[in-house]
């Protein structure tokens, strides 16, 4: 049973560009959180997706959108690149009801922003 | 916004040793969770231990255990027996329980880098 995959494991974007990054959730989790981990930092809350409506956000701007699809697979967008987005992107999962017991996270996606 | 604080940027411990990671939060609530988190280089966060915060009993993981002090908003972890695959990078984390089963988000602290010597 794959846990959660996030592709890519690493990113070199130029300011300005937008950027995609994806997560497939562990096998019979529907809900995604996405989360950004600075270098020397710990992760910060960006937004979370269930039922593939954002259900909550973090204090992130509109530049950052999502999406889930009925595969409850999610993207995370980010537009208009500055140098400060580089960063560790988590993304986590969960079943329905159990995102205390259950929350599992992938390996992140390493974006560099030059 | 509740805030997670880890005061030790970094920890060492001999192998077989045990020692002590340190978290403190600020919240208003009184029904929260709370989690010690390990980030290896491979940078997948894995859940090490877990308390509620209505159990007045601290959680117990192998040798992984938490001393939980709510009215001191303190929540700390120890590791015996250390061995070198503990080496990483430990979070404290909190969630509010007022966010239902569902939903919820996590506030972590920076992390304590711990480094296990042969």
């Known amino acids: 049973d794959a846990g959660v995959t996030q592709s890519p494991t690493h990113l070199i974007k130029t300011r300005g560009q937008q950027v995609t990054l994806r997560c497939s959730p562990k096998?019979?989790?529907?809900?995604v959180s996405w989360y950004q981990q600075a270098l020397g930092q710990g992760p910060q809350f960006i937004f979370q997706y269930y039922e593939e409506e954002e259900r909550q956000r973090g204090n992130f701007p509109d530049r950052f959108s999502g999406h889930q699809f009925p595969n409850y697979s999610s993207e995370l967008n980010v537009n208009a690149l500055l140098l400060g987005d580089s960063a560790l992107y988590l993304c986590?999962?969960?079943?329905?009801?159990?995102?205390?017991?259950?929350?599992?996270f992938g390996s992140g996606t390493q974006l560099s922003v030059l | 916004a509740q805030t997670v604080t880890q005061s030790q940027p970094e920890m060492s411990v001999q192998e077989a040793e045990t020692v002590t990671l340190s978290c403190t939060y600020d919240?208003?609530?009184?029904?929260?969770?709370l989690f010690w988190y390990k980030q290896p280089p491979s940078r997948q966060m894995i859940l090490v231990i877990r308390?509620?915060?209505?159990?007045?009993q601290n959680a117990t993981e192998n040798r992984f255990s938490v001393n939980f002090q709510k009215a001191a908003k303190s929540f700390s972890l120890k590791i015996s027996d250390s061995q070198l695959g503990d080496a990483a990078m430990y979070f404290c984390?909190?969630?509010?329980?007022?966010?239902?089963?569902?939903?919820?988000?996590?506030?972590f602290g920076r992390g304590t880098q711990l480094t296990v010597w042969p």
């Open positions: 919240t208003s609530e009184s029904d929260y969770y």
């Open positions: 308390q509620e915060a209505y159990k007045q």
């Open positions: 986590a999962s969960s079943p329905t009801g159990l995102v205390v017991k259950k929350l599992f």
């Open positions: 984390a909190y969630r509010s329980a007022s966010q239902g089963s569902t939903l919820g988000r996590l506030y």
């Open positions: 096998s019979g989790h529907d809900t």
